[in-house]
């Protein structure tokens, strides 16, 4: 996907979210479980006061319980409701339905307190590009929900799945526009995946990557690749592309492939389960 963000784009993002958030009691905020406070924009702090709050941890599976259960804490101890997530797996749905219930006992309460009766939660998906917005709406609703089409007046134009008799979500995602002036930010985004390869430099890539790994997962790489993790970021490279016979036309290793393959098994999850930033490190 193009990762490319001009001020225009981003006001764009900005006016459409404000419109829709106007709309909605609970903003459900997807964030990728790898790197919890890159993939956030924090504008949606200012964006979506007043309104219920629901942080998911999406791609779980890709990080350790640990790495989910330190998040988790970090955001709940900031008054989110927070949810660990596999978007792509609809059993996990359960859990964020419950919490959304719990998330609106307050709306619920105060709607009786005025008289009004089964007036469903409002809820709408944001988040910044590829944390699994589209596949999380998909899962969420299923075949079993039904859309209920425009509310004149109110909605125009919006469509509304109806989740079950409390809950109707917005169909359509509000994008937020990822924060690309923090350099840590920017590289993070990058290593997962978040950013059009073509026009990064994909063996610096992946020297920030076997770095890291080599410091906060010791052993990782001697187990995948099955060699020795010491020295440089570029010397174990070099075993990487001897060990997986990365070989270009005249005998010559080929380091991009290399630096690709790494790249690639860690995107899938493959390399091992890897969190790029824990909050006692960033946050
Ligand atoms: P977006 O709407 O926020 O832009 O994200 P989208 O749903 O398109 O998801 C982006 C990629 O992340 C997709 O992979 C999707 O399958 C994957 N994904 C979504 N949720 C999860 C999750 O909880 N765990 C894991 N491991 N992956 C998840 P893709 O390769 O771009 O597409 P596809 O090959 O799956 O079609």
Redesign the pocket.
């Known amino acids: 996907m193009q990762y490319q963000w001009y001020p225009g784009h981003m006001t764009k993002a900005k006016r459409m979210m404000q419109e829709d958030i106007k709309l909605i009691d609970l903003v459900i905020e997807?964030v990728d479980a790898r790197i919890p406070l890159s993939s956030r924009n924090p504008d949606i702090d200012q964006l979506g006061q007043n309104k219920f709050r629901m942080i998911i941890l999406?791609?779980?599976?890709?990080v350790s319980e640990k790495s989910n259960a330190a998040w988790s804490e970090y955001f709940k101890s900031k008054g989110y409701f927070v949810v660990q997530?596999?978007?792509?797996n609809r059993s996990g749905m359960k859990q964020v339905n419950a919490v959304i219930e719990k998330a609106c006992q307050e709306k619920f309460e105060r709607d009786r307190k005025r008289g009004i009766l089964n007036r469903p939660v409002r809820a709408m998906v944001v988040?910044i590009?590829?944390?699994?917005?589209?596949?999380?709406i998909n899962s969420f609703a299923g075949k079993a929900c039904t859309k209920t089409g425009n509310k004149p007046g109110v909605t125009k134009g919006k469509q509304w799945i109806r989740l079950n008799k409390n809950v109707e979500l917005l169909d359509t995602?509000g994008i937020l526009w990822p924060k690309f002036d923090d350099q840590q930010v920017g590289l993070r985004l990058a290593l997962i995946g978040s950013m059009n390869d073509e026009v990064l430099n994909i063996h610096e890539l992946s020297m920030e990557l076997i770095g890291y790994v080599k410091v906060h997962y010791p052993g990782m790489l001697k187990e995948r690749y099955g060699i020795e993790e010491e020295g440089t970021a570029d010397e174990i490279l070099t075993s990487i592309a001897e060990a997986r016979k990365c070989i270009k036309k005249g005998n010559e290793l080929d380091y991009d492939k290399a630096a690709s393959l790494v790249l690639d098994e860690f995107r899938s999850?493959t390399l091992g389960k890897i969190t790029l930033e824990l909050p006692e490190r960033n946050g």
């Open positions: 997807l999406n791609k779980a599976d890709l997530l596999d978007a792509r988040g590009p590829n944390v699994g917005k589209s596949t999380f995602p999850g």
